[in-house]
């Protein structure tokens, strides 16, 4: 059965290389394995959680994505968009377990909350609810968050370090991923490597004049 679909993509994936060079930029997930598509090269990948990952951050470029809530995404989802994210649509409740907050996700925490501060001070320069709603709503989700995390005196609460352990998976495994794909498209694998951000929060940074027009 697996090598009857693996056949199938093989067959599909021929007749999609005579499609227009417009159109060749695609990300596309069948069954079992991944068929990527960049710059006149294709690769056929066996599915991995990386590869799910870099599906969803390819998605949506600039936005930041939790670990925890790539690590929680099913694999068998279809649709990266379907991707809970703290970044627009954040979750108001902490995560179960209390992490231990080091100086990197201290920073990153940090660094999201001042940018969040200046978006919320535009939507309300342009009168823009919405915007200012998102932008309200993950302040308070990174709030409760860190409250959780951190004790009476600003002392860090030293319980499990859940939050850490997904970095770290979320981490190797995207960096695996691009590891495989740079060896079947080497320039993919360079602009993936440049291009992709880990870290506590996760995010496809193209360049501004040199965007990719992901199929998915």
């Not at 991995?48 to 670990?67: I, K, M, N, S, Y």
Request: overall charge positive; charged content about 25%.
């Amino acid at each position: 059965m697996v090598e009857q679909n693996a056949e199938r993509i093989r067959e599909s994936l021929a007749n999609y290389s005579s499609l227009p060079t417009q159109e060749k930029s695609s990300f596309l997930h069948q069954n079992d394995y991944w068929i990527i598509r960049y710059r006149g090269r294709t690769a056929l990948l066996k599915s991995t959680r990386g590869l799910h990952c870099l599906a969803v951050l390819l998605h949506d470029p600039g936005r930041e994505f939790h670990v925890r809530d790539l690590l929680s995404r099913p694999m068998d989802a279809s649709t990266p968009a379907a991707a809970v994210v703290l970044h627009g649509r954040a979750r108001r409740e902490p995560h179960p377990g209390i992490p231990i907050l080091d100086g990197q996700a201290k920073a990153e925490y940090q660094r999201r909350l001042n940018e969040l501060r200046q978006e919320l001070n535009e939507a309300e320069r342009f009168k823009n609810p919405q915007r200012k709603a998102q932008a309200q709503n993950e302040m308070q989700a990174i709030a409760d968050y860190l409250a959780s995390a951190v004790g009476l005196g600003g002392r860090d609460r030293k319980t499990s370090s859940d939050t850490e352990r997904a970095r770290s998976a979320v981490t190797k495994s995207i960096k695996k991923a691009i590891q495989k794909i740079g060896d079947a498209i080497p320039t993919l694998g360079y602009h993936l490597a440049a291009r992709i951000k880990t870290g506590y929060f996760c995010s496809y940074n193209p360049h501004p004049d040199r965007h990719a027009n992901w199929k998915f």
